[in-house]
């Protein structure tokens, strides 16, 4: 039998959230469904931990430019799995505080994956629920590029379960998450490459932003840069995106270059459109040649 209530959110995110609360504070009897932790993508996997992990690369930048300021410190190694502790403390913190705010606002949570049955009907965890209204704030989650290797590299999601820091990363996209997760890497002392498609970083911004930023990349730590945009290949486009997939996943950037670090080009523009934050990655070698080169349908490419 099921039962009846005035209003069914599914997902506790942000929205789902407020939808929630705010409905039960007009009187509704509300009850949320999550099959995971409250707080949705900016709480446990986004914006909050995201923070955390740059102010420790800002601290360590500010400890890196402290003896132009008459300091006497020195840097001398970070402990990653320490700060990944306490961040993952304050984020469960954060989880307890939502929960009570719901329960204060007495809106019943159901730990579960809810699924729709009809129009105004909600199965979860054995229970069938009725509503005259639903709400779906379920969000997104990434999507992994359909080649193969994909599931060699990991998304922004992996990027906070990582146990210790990887000593080198390649990060596939030049969106402001990729240029936020590899300013973070590099600024704990992991070795970045990012390949990206376009003329710049941050693409969609404004160009004085991505300029900007990719005149601020530390040299140091982003000594192999990649732009992948491929103009002048003649093997099939989805040969193409898979070799630069390739690329990011098993040390083979074997490529021609003319004094810059780039190198991949072909009519497939758009394969590379997946902008993928924080993927694995070995290290990368590099051929230089006089003149640039297709590394897929190039003789010498592998």
Known sequence: MSEIVDLIVVGGGSGGIATARRAAEYGASVVLVESGRLGGTCVNVGCVPKKLMWNAAELADAVRDASGYGFDVELRGHDWSALKARRDAYVVRLNEIYAANLAKSKVEVVHGEARLVAAHTVEVAGRRIEAERVVLATGGRPRRPDIPGAELGIDSNGFFELPQR?????????????????????????????????????????????????????????????????????????????????????????????????????????????????????????????????????????
């Open 166 to 302: 990887p000593l080198r990363v390649t990060l596939v996209g030049a969106g402001y998450v990729a240029v936020e997760l590899a300013g973070v890497f590099a600024a704990l002392g992991s070795q970045v490459t990012v390949m990206w498609r376009g003329a710049t970083l941050l693409r969609d911004f404004d160009p004085m932003l991505g300029t900007a930023a990719q005149e601020g990349l530390p040299v140091p730590a982003w000594s192999c840069v990649l732009r992948s945009f491929l103009p002048h290949c003649n093997a099939p486009p989805r040969i193409a995106s898979t070799y630069a997939w390739t690329l990011a996943n098993c040390s083979l950037a074997r490529m021609q270059s003319s004094g810059q670090p780039a190198a991949i080009q072909s009519p497939a523009t758009s394969t590379l459109r997946w902008a993928w934050p924080a993927t694995r990655m070995v290290s990368s070698r590099w051929m230089n040649t006089s003149r640039p080169t297709c590394p897929v349908c190039s003789p010498l490419a592998m």
